[in-house]
Every structure is written in structure tokens, then in C-alpha cells.
């Protein structure tokens, strides 16, 4: 038996995608957080310790196949690096998912200093829309999906909800045909999100909401105003506050996320975002998460705080966020990343109000590019058995596994993927603040949940002497 565990003992390895959250002197357990798997856990720190000298032989048959099961420990012979990108081209191979970004107009409200885009007063026509459910349908006959989901986005997606009332009901019927679930989702700048718009949308199937909110008043009108120069926050703010206290909201597990774009111009101000919504109670109802500027084919890259900064800044407002109450925001992943976006994926396309289909939701409207050399197709002018194949970016997981990027040697590749292709191949790394504050945003994560499971066992206890007194 001895002789049987220590053979069992040698074909294992500490895997190199493992974070060991830093303790203090006196700490009984140390947490770890496999990134192979997404789990954390707290060790005692003797078996911490044998885990990082490899001490292996220290540890009980149970420690053996419980790290193994978290893939804290891996077979001694894997080459770790080829196995979570197998992992992640099988992820892509295996979808069932069709997932579809459709832009209904090239309008917006809005001009975002930050914003690469050119808005037109363009919203699909007849033949497009009829274009896209052909494509949708040719897709579906190619594949067996499971589901087929819908994001609404921009440019704005509400200046086209006519488009959004034709579309949904026919995408669904497509769906049913198929036998696949239908799910739908918007991103959205809040501005024409009115209370019965909400409910429309909800009618029509979307479930999740994303708003950008850059700051409070202050920062967000000097960033996100009108085309002709008028404040919005005040109204996108009410918008929200009427959609998350709706009947509707609540009992039909709608979710809100709140996007915050931070730079240097408004870092200072998302203190104050946090403030506000928990003023507003708004803690079990929204999700806040932070962006840091990025090139949309324009230089608003040169405005992002360094990412050492963005990160240590984050990690204060994470720690805000939990002090207030926001315990599900912010925090670490809890599954891999095998399919970092649709541009790696081969069942994912975003389609605008030209009927032009691309792979990655960065190109549209974007005077940078050339749309006949970055598009899939055009669902009105080209038949849909002419679409290109040749997908950029989709050589992604083969360029990291070749070292053509820093990717490869990173312990963040199996939750982060390379977070996005279409950056590191023009020149701009893309790497996440997880990369400078893992350990830290570990810490609160494993903070909110002991606080989350506490609280939980007190409603249980709850409902259970309630029940008790009812039977009574």
C-alpha cells in the first residue's frame, strides 16, 4: 500500500496554474485558487507547505485525490500548456451554443469621447432582416444546437426596437423548429431603457441587462452626452431604479450589470458610483464590474490608467463594493475560460443594420477598418454559402500554444484565454488587472463568501423555525 502511494506520489506534479494567496506568520490555513479549475480552498498550511516543496509523500491518499481533483496536482508528464489549449479548441469544437450579437441600428444618442464608432440614421431594412433569420436558419440546419441566444447591441439596440419586435418572434419559432432554448440579452446605453420598455424587452425574452455607468453625474455627463451636448445620467440612473424595482424584475431572475469605463479622467469618481447605488439599495440587485478603456480602432488606449494602477485601484473599489454589501461583483472567475470570444468560436457572429456579418463585435461601424476585408459576408448582397471560412483570429489558441504571445508562460491563460485576440494582434496587450490583483480579489472573494453562506444558513434556519411554528 505504501510502496502503491508513493508510485502515485511520483506521477504527479504541482501544476503551474495554481495562485497561492499570501498568509501572515501566524495563519493556520493558507487559500489557493486553481485556475485549471476555477476553485479555491483553504489548506491547512502544513499541507500548503508540502503542496509548494513538492513534498507530496506527506500528504494522505484523501489530500492526494482531492488536489488532483481541483488539478492542483497534474500527471508528471503533461504539458500543462497543450492541455488547456486542447481543452479550449475542444470548448470551441463542441459548442452548441449559436450565439449572435445583432445590431438593429447604427444610431446612438450618444458621443462618447471614447467611442470609435460612426453613427448613421440606418436601421435594417426588410431584406436584411430577412437575411439574417436565412443565415440563422442556415446555421441551425448545419449543427445541432442547444441553444440559440440573442444579444442585442449597438451602436444603440433600443433606436431599433421595431427591429427587436419583428426579429424576436421569428428567431424564437426558429429556435423551437430547431429544438434549441432560446435566450436573450442587451447591452445597452439606458437612455430609452423607460420602465415600459423594460417590460417589452422582458416580454421579449431578454433576461440580462447591461448599462454603462461612467461615475456618477459629474464624470458620466462629461463623458457619455448627448450628440448635441445634454446630460444623461440622471436619466439613465432613473431608468435603472424603475426596471430593478419592477414586479417583473424580481420574479422573472432578470439580472442588471452596470459597466463602469475607467480611465484617468474618472477613476477618481467610481468611489462615488459605489456610494450611490448602495444609497439606493441596490446591493441584491445589480452587479457592478469595471473596464479599463481600450483601442476601438481609435487612441483611446492612451488615456487608460497603467494596468499596476487600474488593478490596485480596483481592488479598493472591489473591497467598497463587499463593505457595502455588493458581494457577487467583481470578484474572480468560477469557471475556465475555454472560449475567449466569439472571434476564436466558430458559432458565434455579430450582424449590423447593412447586413454585414464579422466574427468579433469591435469591427462594425468603425471607419478604421474596411469591412470588405474584415467581414464574414453580407447577409443581403452575398448568398450565405459564400460566406468566408477564414475567420480572424481563429488561429488564436495554435499563435499562444507557438509563443507568438506572452499568453503562453502566463498563469492566467486557463480563466482568461488571452482575454482578447483582436488586441494582441494589433499591438495591444490585453492583459486583465486579474494579472496584478488575483491574490487580493481572492481574499475578499473568499470574504463574501463565508458572509453569503452565512446568510443563507440564517434564512434556513428561518424558514425552517417557521415552518416548525406553522406545524405547531
Known amino acids: 500500500m505504501i510502496l502503491q502511494l508513493k508510485t502515485m506520489v511520483m506521477d504527479f506534479k504541482l501544476s503551474k496554474y495554481v495562485e497561492f494567496v499570501p498568509t501572515h506568520g501566524t495563519a493556520k490555513s493558507q487559500l489557493i485558487y486553481s485556475l485549471r479549475t476555477a476553485k479555491s480552498c483553504w489548506l491547512p498550511i502544513g499541507i500548503a507547505k ?15 485525490d482531492f488536489l488532483k481533483e481541483i488539478e492542483v496536482l497534474v500527471p508528471a508528464s503533461e504539458n500543462e500548456l497543450k492541455a488547456v489549449l486542447y481543452a479550449n479548441n475542444e470548448a470551441v469544437s463542441s459548442s452548441r451554443v449559436l450565439s449572435l450579437s445583432v445590431q438593429p441600428t447604427a444610431q446612438c444618442q450618444l458621443g462618447c469621447d471614447y467611442c470609435g ?15 439574417l433569420l436565412e443565415r440563422v436558419r442556415m446555421r441551425l440546419c448545419a449543427k445541432s444546437y442547444q441553444v440559440l441566444h440573442i444579444t442585442w447591441f449597438g451602436a444603440e439596440p433600443l433606436l431599433g426596437m421595431s427591429e427587436i419586435r419583428y426579429l424576436t418572434p421569428k428567431l424564437i419559432e426558429l429556435s423551437t423548429e430547431f429544438g434549441c432554448r432560446y435566450s436573450s440579452s442587451i447591452v445597452t446605453n439606458g437612455l ?16 440580462k ?12 455627463d462629461l463623458r457619455r452626452p448627448t450628440k448635441s451636448g445634454e446630460k444623461t445620467f440622471d436619466i439613465i440612473f432613473r431608468n435603472i431604479l424603475n426596471a430593478v424595482n419592477s414586479p417583473r424584475y424580481g420574479s422573472e431572475k432578470i439580472n442588471m450589470s ?9 477613476y477618481s469618481e467610481v468611489d462615488a458610483l459605489i456610494d450611490l447605488l448602495a444609497e439606493n439599495d441596490l446591493q441584491n440587485k445589480v452587479q457592478l464590474y469595471f473596464a479599463p478603456i481600450h483601442s476601438w480602432g481609435n487612441d483611446a488606449h492612451l488615456n487608460a490608467l497603467e494596468t499596476a494602477k487600474f488593478a490596485e485601484q480596483e481592488v479598493k473599489w472591489i473591497a467598497k463594493l463587499y463593505a457595502k454589501g455588493f458581494y457577487r461583483s467583481c470578484l474572480v472567475p468560477r469557471k475556465r475560460k475555454e472560449i475567449v470570444c466569439m472571434a476564436v468560436s466558430k458559432d458565434g457572429e455579430v450582424v449590423d443594420a447593412y447586413g454585414n456579418v464579422f466574427n468579433c463585435t469591435e469591427f462594425p461601424y468603425v471607419p478604421t477598418y474596411d469591412a470588405n476585408e474584415v467581414m464574414l459576408g453580407n447577409v443581403q448582397f452575398n448568398p450565405l454559402d459564400t460566406f468566408s471560412d477564414k475567420r480572424l483570429f481563429s488561429d488564436w489558441n495554435e499563435d499562444v500554444e507557438n509563443g507568438y504571445f506572452p499568453c503562453a508562460t502566463c498563469k492566467l491563460l486557463p480563466i482568461c484565454g488571452g482575454a482578447c485576440p483582436k488586441s494582441w494582434y494589433e499591438g495591444n496587450p490585453a492583459c486583465p488587472s486579474l494579472k496584478e490583483n488575483l491574490s487580493q480579489r481572492l481574499k475578499i472573494d473568499a470574504l463574501a463568501l463565508s458572509k453569503i453562506n452565512a446568510e443563507a444558513e440564517r434564512e434556513d434556519e428561518a424558514s425552517q423555525r417557521q415552518k416548525a411554528s406553522l406545524q405547531f
Open 258 to 266: 452596470i459597466r463602469c469605463n475607467v480611465d484617468k479622467d474618472n
Open 117 to 131: 464608432q460612426k453613427h448613421d440614421k440606418k436601421k435594417m431594412t426588410s431584406l436584411v432582416r430577412n437575411g
Open 192 to 207: 430609452s431603457l423607460k420602465l415600459r420598455v423594460f417590460n417589452e424587452l422582458v416580454g421579449l425574452g431578454v433576461t
Open 209 to 220: 441587462f447591461e448599462v454603462t455607468l461612467d461615475g456618477v453625474a459629474a464624470s458620466h
Open 50 to 64: 508540502a503542496i509548494k516543496d513538492n513534498a507530496f509523500d506527506l500528504l494522505s491518499e484523501k489530500d492526494l
